[in-house]
């Protein structure tokens, strides 16, 4: 495998969560659900991506801006899931427990920082 953990909890996860979305969305556009996979996998792979330019921030302000932009991803994340569940198919229980998980790691981060 390419990815290389960084042993940084929330990159690592978001990273992991990034390619389970991803993974997903596969199963998505089998079902013929095309604009919610494209949906999904913009707003699920875009939390890892934010996070992980958030390391790479030049100040407190801007690494709270990222980290805030990743969280406002994963809460679009979680109401596609959402969305999904309820009108298309089942969604796998660890999926949603993932991202409420990379919610509850940005918020503390956030508060914290």
């Known amino acids: 495998m390419a ?40 707003s699920g792979t875009s939390i890892g991506a934010n996070i992980r330019e958030s390391q790479r921030g030049v100040s407190t302000k801007d690494f709270k801006n990222k980290l805030g932009i990743a969280l406002k991803e994963a809460d679009e994340t979680l109401y596609w899931l959402d969305i999904i569940e309820e009108t298309t198919m089942e969604v796998p229980n660890n999926l949603k427990a993932k991202c409420e998980e990379l919610i509850k790691l940005l918020v503390t981060i956030i508060k914290n920082s």
Do not use: M, P, T, W
């Not at 389970?20 to 079902?31: M, R, S, T």
């Open 3 to 42: 990815y290389k953990e960084k042993n940084n909890v929330v990159v690592d996860k978001s990273f992991y969560f990034g390619c389970d979305i991803v993974n997903f969305c596969k199963e998505l556009k089998q079902n013929h659900d095309f604009e919610i996979a494209r949906q999904l996998i913009r």
